[in-house]
């Protein structure tokens, strides 16, 4: 059975660490998501004390995806 490298399928695997990106993107999830209106949460079956609950949670606060 071959080896595989780490090095070589290391592109594929997602790293559990956040990136810096990932960090700018949710902050702006996060700040659309205070942005929306009454209709649009009920749509997604958010209240506006969930969303701004949300909204108003640190930026280092990021549960893994």
Known sequence: ???LSHSRYAPFRRSRRVSLLDVIDIYRQRRALDRLDDHALQDIGLTREEARAEARRP???VSSR
Do not use: L, T, V
């Open 1 to 3: 059975m071959p080896i």
């Open 59 to 61: 930026i280092w606060d």
